[in-house]
């Protein structure tokens, strides 16, 4: 069964930095690529970035140059490094993983992990 699991999550301060993981475990298709979302409270959920499986990288205007994605494709693992943090960037983040066998589409979306940055 596929499942999703982010972590790396919590309380930071203004200025300060994150690491956030997201793991994918049961996977049974062709994982082609992943983006990292997150949702603040009374908002949509926004993507802010994403990878796919040659490496291309994404970003929304509101993270580039502070927030980085990568990916272990022997770990099925993406990674979104978080600097220069700012109040703003407070949400629960997510993430998805889309991919494909010779038949049927996927997309999966993990639980998501708080990050809640203030002084």
Not at 5 to 32: K, T
Not at 79 to 89: I, T, V, W
Request: charged share 20%; glycine share 10%.
């Amino acid at each position: 069964q596929m499942h999703l699991v982010e972590s790396g999550g919590g309380l930071v301060q203004p200025g300060g930095s994150l690491r956030l993981s997201c793991a994918a475990s049961g996977v049974h298709f062709r994982i082609d690529a992943f983006t990292w979302g997150r949702q603040a409270p009374g908002e949509q959920r926004e993507m802010i970035a994403s990878i796919n499986s040659r490496g291309t990288t994404n970003y929304a205007d509101s993270v580039k140059g502070r927030f980085t994605i990568s990916r272990d494709n022997v770990k099925n693992t993406v990674y979104l490094q978080m600097n220069s943090l700012k109040p703003e960037d407070t949400a629960i983040y997510y993430c998805r993983v889309e991919g494909s066998d010779h038949r049927t589409r996927y997309e999966y979306w993990g639980q998501g992990t708080q990050v809640t940055v203030s002084s």
